[in-house]
T-cell receptor
């Protein structure tokens, strides 16, 4: 089955700097790659997603890149702000009946 | 509130008891999922269902059971066979197929064994 690995597990950045989180997946049939943000005690919420027919997608300060050949995708947050502090999860889906598999999460701390 | 509702928000279970967590969605999604989240950990898949009257085991199904009698509902029972059930449980639903889109999550149920 699908296995998604996410790195780093924790990330501390200075406000205004960039943050990058990387994920790899194992099943080449996966075709949908969402990123979720989870604030403390709350439900995960989608921040951006990408499909396998696209290499890059941007939404304001957030971007995601996908390398299908290498089976990895990354989240880039530019000009980080304190409200970006949260846990971020990557996921992969599309293979084997849309089983949605998550990475282990990255705890991001933006220091003022 | 996102169209997917979990209840209760907090649940306490005594040793040896079965408890059932409710998950209802009005998004007309075919696929529904149950995840377990331990403190500081990721989301581990317990069970998922792509269609009514059908479901598949996830990565940590032992000690749990589910049913999918209606499209809108996907209850999770934590049985006494689950030796360490204290965790945060999240239900999600998703459109599937060629137009797969984001998964929407419920607000979660925090289960504590007392």
């Amino acid at each position: 089955g699908e296995n998604v690995e996410q790195h780093p597990s924790t990330l501390s950045v200075q406000e205004g700097d960039s943050a990058v989180i990387k994920c790899t997946y194992s099943d080449s049939a996966s075709n949908y790659f969402p990123w979720y943000k989870q604030e403390l005690g709350k439900r995960p919420q989608l921040i951006i997603d990408i499909r396998s027919n696209v290499g890059e997608k941007k939404d304001q300060r957030i971007a995601v890149t996908l390398n299908k050949t290498a089976k990895h995708f990354s989240l880039h947050i530019t000009e980080t702000q304190p409200e970006d502090s949260a846990v971020y999860f990557c996921a992969a889906s599309g293979a084997a009946g849309n089983k949605l598999t998550f990475g282990g999460g990255t705890r991001v701390l933006v220091k003022p | 509130d996102g169209g997917i509702t979990q209840s209760p928000k907090y649940l306490f279970r005594k040793e040896g008891q079965n408890v059932t967590l409710s998950c209802e969605q009005n998004l007309n999604h075919d696929a529904m999922y149950w995840y377990r989240q331990d403190p500081g950990q990721g989301l581990r898949l317990i069970y998922y269902s792509q269609i009514v009257n059908d479901f598949q085991k996830g990565d940590i199904a032992e000690g749990y059971s589910v049913s999918r009698e209606k499209k809108e509902s996907f209850p999770l029972t934590v049985t006494s066979a689950q030796k360490n059930p204290t965790a945060f449980y999240l239900c999600a639903s998703m459109r599937q197929g060629a137009k797969v889109s984001e998964a929407f999550f419920g607000q979660g149920t925090r289960l504590t064994v007392v």
